[in-house]
């Protein structure tokens, strides 16, 4: 059975993009095309005009599990896309520090993943994704397992890195909240095989803070995206 049907899609640099739909639907399926770990069986992933299994800048990739080597400390974890691109120990250890400075785990880095909470394993794979600085970064659904308070905060910095960077990126989700909150638009999508029900540029302020969350406007997002999936549902 086809994960993916009829889909035309574009996305411009510099966007904050969330695939909104049901679980199962082959979102992450179009998240592993453009990362070029999968190849599709027919149409064509292009990321800068390049076939995604062709293309040399760096992506970043951020899994639903942090995907930790256990017996590396925190910055030799986030250190690793470097390592093995052969980039100097010294080079590298200094590139991962600064990007745990950008996800708050400055004080976390000789710390082992055991040692920490699931949502600093997190930070540490955002971090790791972030390391080599890519143009386009892809996060499939790396909050779902935390609990609602934990994923509200790390929502807050990955949506004040983005503002920060301008990374263009593709946040995978089936929360209507998350995708309304951190994206500046939404692509919902129907039940597998994924159709595109709606392309939705979100009528929402570029600074996204916690209260947002609680205004009418929100609200009002949000149920668009509801109606949206809702229609696909039926």
Same mark, same amino acid.
């Given at each position: 059975m086809a994960a993916l049907v009829d889909l035309d899609l574009d996305v411009e640099p510099g966007e904050f993009v969330a695939l909104l739909g049901p679980s199962g639907c082959g979102k992450s399926t179009l998240l592993r095309l453009v990362a070029g770990l999968d190849t599709p069986t027919c149409g064509s $992933? *292009? =990321?800068?005009? =390049? #076939?995604?299994l062709e293309r040399r &800048? #760096?992506?970043g990739f951020v899994f639903q599990d942090a995907h930790l080597m256990p017996w590396r400390t925190v910055l030799d974890n986030a250190a690793l896309p470097l390592e093995l691109a052969g980039v100097p120990r010294a080079e590298r250890r200094e590139a &991962? /520090? &600064? =990007?745990l400075v950008d996800v708050g785990l400055e004080d976390a880095t000789s710390r082992l993943p055991a040692e920490l909470s699931g949502g600093m394993?997190? /930070?540490v794979s955002l971090a790791r994704a972030l390391v080599g600085r890519p143009r386009l970064l *892809? *996060?499939?659904?790396p909050f779902a397992a935390l609990d609602e *308070?934990? /994923?509200? /905060?790390l929502d807050d910095h990955l949506r004040a890195l983005w503002d920060r960077e301008r990374t263009t990126t593709l946040f995978v989700t089936h !929360?209507? =909240?998350e995708a309304a909150y951190l994206a500046n638009r939404v692509i $919902?999508? !129907?039940p597998r095989p994924a159709r595109v029900l709606a392309d939705v540029v979100l009528d929402l302020p570029a600074a996204r803070t916690a209260a947002l969350r609680g205004e009418p406007g929100f609200a009002r997002e949000t149920r668009r995206l509801l109606t949206a999936l809702e229609q696909g549902d039926g």
């Open positions: $992933v *292009l =990321v800068n005009g =390049v #076939p995604a &800048a #760096p992506v &991962a /520090r &600064a =990007v394993r997190m /930070r *892809l *996060l499939d659904e *308070l934990t /994923r509200q /905060r !929360s209507i =909240v $919902v999508f !129907s």
